[in-house]
Structures are given as structure tokens and as C-alpha cells.
């Protein structure tokens, strides 16, 4: 059982470049939840999902898109790449209810520079 | 605004005496609070919960206490091991909204 997927672990990217920062959960987790967390602070809900084909906005979404076309993937899109996104990114699930009383399962998160 | 607040960035205690984390929180719209763990270069890990209706829950070594008049929450490790050692995040939420809020966490330091 794999558990949170995340990929890829770190990368480097230059001002202005795209990339997507993948996710697979195969827990049939409906929730799914994009944070990122800045050095010595904690973790910011950027995008999170409640089912296929529904997302919603975060407290920090400016400068992402997310997708969720299956229950299993959430994608996350950074668009012209800038020094403030660089961070770690972690991506979680849950089901509904449990995530009150079992908390949410994270991945093992992506290492982003942006130069 | 920050609606979850730790307010001591470190804590460290001996091996074997008691470790008390603390979290402030200011929405009285959450009902239930978490306690994650996170080693570096690893995501959290679920600890321990507690919902509003409760002012106590033990798991084990944990225990969380819950003062709602005070907005205020600690989580009890005892007896503290150096395996404890790792950052602490609380988090609070609505449990219709199932968006999770996080403090900024505290690092503990168990020493042998």
C-alpha cells in the first residue's frame, strides 16, 4: 500500500518556467489537499478537492492550477515560475469524515527552488 | 490573521520527564483539533485528535487537552523519548469544511 505519491522529490527551476508536481493516492481517499509550507512556518492549503471533477481555492492559490479528473491524481501547475514559490509542497487525502478523527495522509513532499 | 498559533517555536526536555506543546486557536467555528508529527524531509504523520465536544483524549504516551472557553489546546507526551524529537503541527478544522488550518509548529528536542 503506496499510501501518497508525490513526484518529483526536488527540482530546480528558473524564473518564468512551468511545471507540474504530481500526486496519486491509492487509498480511494475522496478529499485531496495541496499545502505548501515556507521555511519555519507551516503548512498553507493552496488548492484542495472533494471529489473528482470539483476543486476549490485555497488560502494562497495565486500563481497554481489544479485538475482532479480521477480520484486518484491531483496534479498541481505552477506557471511562470517565481522566487516566492519556492517551497516545499505536500500533497494530502482523506476520506470525508476521517480527516475530523484520523487526520489526513501526506506525501512525502517536493523540494522546489525557483533561480 | 492567524487562526492557529503556536507561539514557542522549540522546546527542549529531558528523556523520560513530561513534554507539553501548546496551540492558540481563534475561530470559534472549528470543532475538532489535530496534532501531526513531522520528521525532515518526511510529510506529517496523524498523532492524536480530539473533538470539540470533549475536553480529553488519550492515545498511549499522548494525551490532548482541549479548554474551549480559552481557545486553547496541549498535547502531554510522557514519558518523553528521544524518538519524540520532530517538529509538532497542530491543526484545527470544521468538520463540514474539511479543510484543515495549521499552526506554525514546534520543534522538540528529547535529550538522552
Known amino acids: 500500500n503506496a499510501g501518497v505519491t508525490q513526484t518529483p522529490k526536488f527540482r530546480i527551476l528558473k524564473i518564468g518556467q512551468s511545471m507540474t508536481l504530481q500526486c496519486t493516492q491509492d487509498m480511494n481517499h475522496n478529499y485531496m489537499y495541496w499545502y505548501r509550507q515556507d521555511p519555519g512556518m507551516g503548512l498553507k492549503l493552496i488548492y484542495y478537492?472533494?471529489?473528482?471533477?470539483?476543486?476549490d481555492k485555497g488560502e494562497v492559490p495565486n500563481g497554481y492550477n489544479v485538475s482532479r479528473s480521477t480520484t486518484e491524481d491531483f496534479p498541481l501547475r505552477l506557471e511562470l515560475a517565481a522566487p516566492s514559490q519556492t517551497s516545499v509542497y505536500f500533497c494530502?487525502?482523506?476520506?470525508?469524515?476521517?480527516?475530523?478523527?484520523?487526520?489526513?495522509?501526506f506525501g512525502s513532499g517536493t523540494r522546489l527552488t525557483v533561480v | 490573521d492567524q487562526q492557529v498559533k503556536q507561539n514557542s517555536p522549540s522546546l527542549s526536555v529531558q528523556e523520560g520527564r513530561i513534554s507539553i506543546l501548546n496551540c492558540d486557536y481563534t475561530n470559534s467555528m472549528f470543532d475538532y483539533f489535530l496534532w501531526y508529527k513531522k520528521y525532515p524531509a518526511e510529510g506529517p504523520t496523524f498523532l492524536i485528535s480530539?473533538?470539540?465536544?470533549?475536553d480529553k483524549n488519550e492515545d498511549g504516551r499522548f494525551t490532548v487537552f482541549l479548554n474551549k472557553s480559552a481557545k486553547h489546546l496541549s498535547l502531554h507526551i510522557v514519558p518523553s523519548q528521544p524518538g519524540d524529537s520532530a517538529v509538532y503541527f497542530c491543526a484545527a478544522l470544521r468538520g463540514d469544511a474539511g479543510k484543515s488550518t495549521f499552526g506554525d509548529g514546534t520543534t522538540l528536542t528529547v535529550k538522552p
Open positions: 478537492s472533494v471529489g473528482a471533477g470539483i476543486t
Open positions: 494530502a487525502s482523506s476520506y470525508p469524515a476521517s480527516g475530523t478523527n484520523y487526520g489526513y495522509t
Open positions: 480530539i473533538s470539540s465536544i470533549k
